[in-house]
């Protein structure tokens, strides 16, 4: 395997699944289509342009069949596309705050309830959301 896109993303919080980096060589084969986007950088490590939102497309929708099984996931061309990481850490901040009045423990189960107003087309939250928590769109 090549290195990945980097070895200890610090933007990003400890417990995301995307703190390490990206193996490009597993998401290109759930995506193909991430492929072309794919490059090393001069530090020899494998990533994307993340200005494009073509490759960041691309990159969502390997991730999301690749961690979540979800095998069809668009949206229009000119849409916002964040990636995906980022929008992860979001839960994981969320998960910090409910810890600190639980106990020092990470609520799980049925009665975690998340708003989120403005959500947009793209539904990512829910997505990526694990079953602990009940995420309503407005």
Partial sequence: MKKSNNTNNHSLHPLNRHFKGYDFDLLTTANPLLTPFVFQNKYGNQTINFHLPQAVKALNQALLYQHHSIQFWDIP???LCPPIPGRLDYIHHIADLLQQKNNNKIPF?????GLDIGMGDNCIYPMTFRISM????I
Avoid: S
Wanted: hydrophobic letters at 25%.
């Fill in 77 to 79: 061309e000119n849409y």
């Fill in 109 to 113: 189960g049925n009665n975690i309830y």
């Fill in 134 to 137: 009940v995420f309503c769109r």
